[in-house]
């Protein structure tokens, strides 16, 4: 029986990237897959290979740092499927620069979306896991909610308060039999990082033991577990996906 067989679950910044590839590994392990996003071209396509992999789809515009659309987007699942079983937080964005020159809106915008967003969405969500006494969330954090980096405080400070929220939700939930979890994704190809002087690159590669960047099937294999009854006895966790980078 595939690993998460005819589970509902709705995934945050689906459109591409990370979020995309734990959308497509969500449905070729059973998965009836909400995909959710600003990017409304990204989101269709997404769900139309969720579909072609022979799963249900609805793909959704929403932005999740605005709490009547996440409402009402939540309310749009609940007409579709009867259960809400799994939730990925992994919409986020970023806006980096050194503190002394970040503009307080960049400040606001960045923590709207990767700790307002997932704070909204878990509200919402959990309502329905509670009452069906059944639930995975899974937060995408990052190293540096952990370890901090330059030029990231607003990033670095909305990861490690969603890697608090997490450990939070998990105690409160957990009477219901919901787990949440986070990961923490080091240094992961994606468009940004392709982007990347080599100079930046080389450095970023000496503080990985590894000695390689991660990718996207490295994240969605550790949130798919997660998500799935093998993590039954797994909550208030956070697992970091870096090569190595942060050992504590």
């Not at 609805?58 to 749009?76: I, Q, S, T, Y």
């Not at 969330?137 to 990033?155: F, L, M, P, T």
Request: glycine content about 8%.
């Amino acid at each position: 029986m595939p690993l998460l067989n005819d589970k509902v679950a709705l995934v945050t910044g689906g459109a591409r990237g990370i979020g995309k590839t734990i959308a497509l590994q969500f449905a070729a392990s059973g998965a009836h897959v909400v995909v959710v996003d600003t990017d409304s071209a990204g989101i269709q396509e997404t769900a139309a290979e969720v579909e072609a992999a022979g799963r249900k789809s609805l793909a959704l515009k929403c932005n999740v740092a605005d709490a009547a659309e996440v409402e009402a987007m939540v309310a749009k699942v609940q007409e579709t499927f009867p259960r809400i079983d799994i939730l990925v937080n992994n919409a986020g964005i970023t806006r980096d620069n050194l503190l002394i020159r970040m503009a307080e809106q960049d400040w606001d915008l960045v923590l709207d979306v990767n700790l307002k967003g997932p704070f909204l969405l878990t509200k919402a969500v959990s309502r329905v896991m509670m009452k069906q006494r059944y639930g995975r969330i899974v937060n995408v954090a990052s190293v540096v909610g952990i370890i901090g980096n330059a030029g990231q405080a607003n990033y670095s400070a909305s990861k490690g308060g969603l890697i608090a929220l997490t450990r939070s939700v998990a105690r409160e939930l957990a009477s219901r039999q919901v787990t949440c979890n986070a990961v923490a994704p080091g240094f992961i190809r994606t468009a940004m990082t392709d982007n990347l002087s080599e100079e930046v690159r080389t450095a970023f590669m000496k503080s990985i033991p590894l000695q390689r960047m991660g990718t996207a099937e490295d994240i969605a294999g550790v949130v798919l577990f997660l998500a799935s009854d093998e993590a039954s006895y797994i909550t208030g966790q956070v697992v970091s996906i870096d090569g190595g980078m942060f050992m504590g």
